[in-house]
């Protein structure tokens, strides 16, 4: 993953509750199994006045004149309900978006957040609408107001790893326990007779 350290971005105003992630990427947009192609169907059911040909909705704030280019998108309470599709941050991502600032997230969506370099930071959105924003995440600003975020996220974040990569940081330590484990208990570690 990249490294998440500093964001200076417009932030586009999606302020309504309850935006769930088959709003966010309906299923009939999922057309692959991977991370890619995900980005024209992001909102589809909202951002188009007709979806199947795409024409665009000029009162859907992604398609704002503004929007172009900004990796910020403010929500409203409770952003990413719904099922636990990974496609909703990954669509999100392939747009462009880099982080969310919402009132509440839902937590499976949270977690896909952060296990995919996105950073969701829960803050009183609606201030902040059409502003060139600024997020630090050393500092765990937004604009010089500070947000929450657990140590253990904030570092997979700064660092640009992964849950596994994390875990691998901890290589000498898990070898370490396995081999005073495996002498404490070798009868555990014992081949299976063929």
């Keep these: 993953m990249t490294p998440f350290t500093t964001l200076t971005s417009i932030a586009i105003p999606l302020l309504r509750d309850n935006v769930d992630t088959d709003t966010i990427i309906p299923s009939r947009e999922m057309r692959s199994t991977g991370r890619t192609g995900l980005a024209a169907g992001l909102f589809a ?22 929007a172009a280019g900004a990796q910020i998108l ?7 309900c719904g099922s636990s599709r990974e496609h909703a941050v990954w669509a999100l991502a392939e747009w462009g978006i880099n982080a969310v600032i ?5 937590p499976i969506f949270k977690a896909n957040c ?3 370099g996105l950073l969701p930071i829960e803050f009183p959105p609606a201030a902040f ?6 997020i630090d995440l050393a500092a765990q600003t937004v604009n010089g107001h500070h947000f ?17 990569a994390l875990t691998l940081q901890s290589h000498a330590v898990i070898d370490a326990w396995e081999a005073a484990d495996r002498k404490a208990r070798p009868w555990v570690y014992l081949e299976p007779h063929a």
């Design 45 to 66: 059911p909202w951002r188009y006045l007709d979806v199947d040909s795409r024409l665009p909705d000029p009162d859907f704030p992604i398609n704002d004149p503004r």
């Design 74 to 80: 403010l929500g409203g309470d409770n952003f990413g």
């Design 102 to 106: 919402a009132a509440s997230f839902a």
């Design 114 to 116: 952060l296990r995919n």
């Design 129 to 134: 609408a059409w502003r060139e924003l600024s």
């Design 148 to 164: 929450a975020i657990d140590p253990e996220t904030k570092t997979m974040l700064l660092e640009g790893l992964d849950v596994i």
